[in-house]
Structures are given as C-alpha cells and as structure tokens.
C-alpha cells in the first residue's frame, strides 16, 4: 500500500511540474507576442498616418446604407470600391492592412461620421474589405 500511495504521489508531482513547465511557457510567449504586437502597431501606424481612407469610408457607407435614401455622390458604388482597393488599401504591407481598417473605423466613429449603433455591424463589414479588394483571404 505504501508503494501505491508513492508511486502515485510520484505521478503527481511530475503532472504538477509538466504544469508548471506548461504555464512557465505560456506566460513567455504572451509576452513575445505583446512585444511583437507593439513593434507592429507602431510600424503600421507610421505607414498609414499620412494616408487617406475616404474612398474606402465612402464605399463602407454605401454597402451599410441599404434603404432607398441613398447618398447623393457623382460616383457609382464601384467606383468608390475600385479607388478604395487601387490606391488606397493596395500599396500598404500585409501585415498592416487589418490595422489600417480598424484604424479607418476609429477615425470614422470618433468624427461622428459613424454612429455607435451602427459600429459593429460596419466592423464585420470592414473587416471583409481587404476580401473584397483581393489583398487577404481572410478577414480582419
């Protein structure tokens, strides 16, 4: 019986030190990629500061608005998508493009150009835009 109880106790120290060795891991790679994280946002906020995203707010206003009031613009929708895709979204990295959309979506609520009801069924939308213009496969 007192081997039993030793060989169990034994299994259950080792259990708790692959845990540990488990949880140990974890935590390091957490912080890897919060520091990885960072370096990313500061390298897209430089790259996208100077850019501008109207097409790309235009063409979202227009998939989002679905009743008949629609904005008066000397433009088609497309147009909107094909100057968004182009020259707005197609020249920034890969790694950037989902910061830029979301980036684009803080700037368009924090002007009032979005209301807050409005914001998270416009996200998802926003979020499939670098599907739409052919840059990702998957969305932000």
Known sequence: MAK????VGALLFLALLALNEALATTVTTTVSTTTIDYEENQQCQKEIQTRSFSNCETFLRLEFDTSDATIMLPY???YYKNRCCKEELSGIDQQCVCYAVRSMMK???D???????????MLV???VLPIMCNIRKNPC
Do not use: V, Y
């Not at 039993?4 to 060989?7: F, G, L, N, Q, V």
């Open 125 to 127: 939308l926003a979020g």
């Open 76 to 78: 088609p929708k497309k």
């Open 107 to 109: 700037n368009m609520m």
């Open 4 to 7: 039993k109880i030793t060989s």
């Open 111 to 121: 002007s009032g150009r979005l209301s807050a009801e409005d914001m998270e069924e």
